[in-house]
Nanobody, 112 residues
Framework: QVQVVESGGGLVEPGGSLRLTCTAS????????MAWYRQVTGEKQEMVAA???????NYADFVRGRFIISTDVAKNMAYLQMDDLRPEDTAVYFC??????WGQGTQVTVSS
């Protein structure tokens, strides 16, 4: 059984910052990739950023230059540093491991 837990969401004003944390635990052979997705209610889920244990990263165009994904391989953790947040970044953010395991999500709300 694999558990994926996100934390760090909250309410922030436009231009502010948040740092999301994803922790994976349980019975999996190896982590090949960790990724952050987001979803607004009623809309399609979209990939935000992804990272491999080697540190290779991929970002959606709408967060490039504002968000940074990082990982602690030894702890099976991934982070998403989000700066210059905008109201359109408001969504539930989900962590995904190996394109297979999902967390429950953490709400990010950007509003004044």
């Amino acid at each position: 059984q694999v558990q994926v837990v996100e934390s760090g969401g909250g309410l922030v004003e436009p231009g502010g910052s948040l740092r999301l944390t994803c922790t994976a635990s349980g019975s999996f052979s190896t982590i090949e990739i960790m990724a952050w997705y987001r979803q607004v209610t009623g809309e399609k889920q979209e990939m935000v950023a992804a990272i491999t244990p080697a540190g290779d990263t991929n970002y959606a165009d709408f967060v490039r230059g504002r968000f940074i994904i990082s990982t602690d391989v030894a702890k099976n953790m991934a982070y998403l540093q989000m700066d210059d947040l905008r109201p359109e970044d408001t969504a539930v953010y989900f962590c995904n491991v190996n394109f297979n395991y999902w967390g429950q999500g953490t709400q990010v709300t950007v509003s004044s």
